[in-house]
């Protein structure tokens, strides 16, 4: 990946986590305020994963009561590389909200949530955790996931 596409991803990154603040935050919620390309569902989720800024951040978007699938995850874990491309495609291409969470930035979260490898994923829908998935899993296992509880 080049610097400008590094770049250009943290910028999106950056502005993703800000809307969700704002959301949040300000519960104003317009629902469409800067979310890119939106694929015109009404389901409102980003149409990337939302990096989580710590506990408070991560508590707004299961209390949403949608569908939030997390990946708890490291920059050095060779499977979260692998899966990254997979949770963006989530994302982008279903009604869930795909949360990232660093766990050497969020050390808090990740002993909260009591993960002891990495990738740890977890669903929640209305609120309330459905699953939890340690290790990389294909794309078709995690969207029949999503399916199941959107």
């Not at 590389?81 to 795909?98: G, I, S």
């Not at 969020?106 to 990495?118: D, F, M, P």
């Amino acid at each position: 990946m080049s610097e400008s596409d590094t770049d250009e991803r943290e910028r999106i990154r950056q502005r993703k986590a800000e809307e969700l603040r704002r959301k949040v935050d300000g519960g104003s919620g317009d629902g469409n305020a800067g979310v890119g390309s939106g694929d015109g569902g009404g389901g409102g989720s980003p149409d990337e994963p939302v990096h989580v800024t710590g506990p408070d951040h991560l508590d707004g978007l299961v209390a949403d009561g949608g569908v939030v699938l997390v990946d708890f995850y490291a920059d050095w874990c060779g499977p979260c590389k692998m899966l990254e491309p997979v949770v963006e495609r989530l994302a982008a291409e279903t009604d869930a909200t795909v949360a990232k969470v660093d766990v050497d930035g969020q050390q808090g979260l990740a002993s909260q949530y009591r993960v002891q490898g990495v990738p740890t994923l977890y669903l929640f829908a209305g609120g309330e955790q459905v699953e939890q998935l340690v290790g990389a899993r294909d794309e078709a296992t995690l969207r029949s996931l999503i399916e199941q509880y959107a």
